[in-house]
């Protein structure tokens, strides 16, 4: 191990013991349940959002029987707003995994976790150090970071040689011979230093007790790394919202598992009126204000279109009539939450 590999553990354990975070709901007791649904949330999406969701979903979910027994729907209903529902669709899934073929006790090693839905290389790291007390390394966003500043790394960390590289200074870098808890703050004071010091936009340099081998702060290129991605203008799609308003209840329509938004209720896309609702038409549709709703790989033109109507028979499975303030307690779409709270609920 490179100096520089031992001063990141021996100048971050005792930073993260003064400096770091101590009071995150999911820190009081390290168990292996909250643990993993912490690090499944805190995937692409920080603390502070993070934190408000997790107290709701525990206290609803308590623990990984509860969670395994819930339907997808009162699953992604608590997961409504928080982005990225494919996590919460792995999140059930692991949960049923564990309860029906590991008899309801978490795999230990990061090797097992990380055949789990949803559970990268990371992420399983992460559980392993801080429910088990294992030795792994983690490389999330904000570890990435702060490597590619330490070590001076001037490639994009997404290309496989420059990934390949960051895995290895990663592993390296980990306290030589740190006991369980020493590896538990070490890991933590990563994660610290990129969420509150080491941050993409004006980093508190001053405040990083790496500074004096950092790279990018002795070469004066902080603002400069890491490298971003390169960028090609996303492109940009359309859809119709077709709201269709019968006594002052709206129809949703569940979409199907795989997609986006997957196995949440949104308002149909296509109209209607020859469907077996066999909805008849009270009055001209007319248009609401368009949205847009940018994703990771593409932005979404919405074109809302309120339409009241008279339902002839009771929705299928797929659909269902309910009053705003019922929509909003299931599990939809952040564009539809939009519309809902701004034109449907006084």
């Given at each position: 191990?490179?100096?520089a590999?031992?001063f990141?553990a021996?100048?971050l354990?005792?930073?993260?013991?003064?400096?770091?975070?101590?009071?995150?709901p999911?820190q009081?007791k390290y168990?292996?349940?909250?643990?993993?649904l912490?690090?499944?949330?805190l995937?692409?999406t920080q603390?502070?959002?993070?934190i408000?969701?997790?107290?709701r979903?525990?206290?609803?979910?308590p623990?990984?029987?509860?969670l395994?027994?819930?339907?997808i729907?009162?699953?992604l209903?608590?997961?409504?707003?928080?982005?990225?529902?494919?996590?919460?669709?792995?999140l059930?899934r692991?949960?049923?995994?564990?309860?029906h073929?590991?008899h309801g006790?978490f795999p230990?090693?990061r090797?097992?976790l990380?055949q789990?839905?949803?559970i990268g290389?990371s992420t399983a790291a992460?559980i392993?150090?801080?429910?088990?007390?294992?030795?792994?390394?983690?490389?999330d966003?904000?570890?990435k970071?702060?490597?590619?500043r330490?070590f001076g790394?001037?490639?994009?960390?997404?290309?496989?040689?420059?990934?390949?590289k960051?895995?290895?200074?990663a592993?390296e870098s980990l306290p030589?011979?740190g006991?369980?808890?020493?590896?538990?703050v070490?890991?933590?004071?990563?994660m610290?230093?990129?969420?509150?010091?080491?941050?993409r936009?004006?980093p508190?340099?001053?405040?990083?007790?790496?500074?004096?081998?950092?790279v990018?702060?002795?070469?004066?290129?902080v603002?400069?790394?890491?490298?971003s991605k390169?960028r090609?203008?996303l492109?940009e799609?359309?859809t119709?919202f077709?709201?269709?308003?019968h006594?002052?209840?709206?129809?949703?329509?569940?979409r199907?598992?795989?997609g986006?938004?997957g196995?949440?209720?949104?308002f149909?896309e296509?109209?209607?009126?020859?469907?077996t609702?066999k909805?008849k038409?009270?009055s001209?549709?007319?248009?609401?204000?368009?949205?847009?709703h940018t994703f990771?790989?593409?932005?979404?033109?919405?074109?809302?279109?309120l339409?009241?109507v008279v339902a002839?028979n009771?929705a299928s499975?797929?659909f269902?009539?309910?009053?705003p303030e019922?929509?909003l307690?299931l599990?939809i779409?952040?564009p539809v939450k939009?519309?809902?709270?701004q034109?449907?609920v006084?």
């Open positions: 191990m490179s100096k590999m031992r990141i021996d100048q354990i005792p930073w993260q013991k003064t400096s770091g975070r101590h009071d995150l999911w009081q168990d292996p349940y909250a643990v993993w912490s690090e499944v949330m995937q692409q603390v502070g959002t993070v408000p969701y997790f107290q979903f525990i206290s609803k979910f623990d990984i029987g509860s395994a027994q819930a339907s729907d009162d699953v209903a608590s997961w409504s707003g928080l982005g990225y529902y494919s996590r919460a669709r792995n059930h692991t949960a049923r995994m564990i309860v073929e590991f006790i230990q090693s090797e097992a990380q789990l839905p949803g290389r992460a392993a150090v801080f429910a088990f007390g294992q030795r792994d390394a983690i490389l966003g904000n570890v970071r702060i490597f590619a330490f790394i001037d490639r994009y960390s997404g290309q496989s040689e420059t990934l390949t960051m895995w290895r200074l592993e030589q011979h006991n369980p808890d020493e590896l538990k070490y890991t933590q004071a990563l610290d230093l990129g969420a509150t010091v080491c941050v936009n004006r508190l340099c001053g405040q990083c007790p790496l500074r004096t081998r950092c990018a702060y002795i070469q004066d290129r603002a400069l790394l890491p490298v390169p090609n203008k492109p799609k359309e119709v077709m709201i269709y308003r006594e002052n209840k709206l129809l949703l329509e569940k199907p598992d795989e986006i938004w196995g949440l209720w949104c149909p296509v109209e209607l009126n020859q469907s609702l909805l038409k009270k001209r549709s007319f248009a609401l204000p368009q949205l847009r990771t790989h593409f932005r979404l033109l919405i074109r809302p279109c339409q009241d002839n009771e499975a797929a269902v009539w309910k009053s019922d929509a307690m599990g779409p952040v939009k519309i809902i709270q034109y449907f006084s």
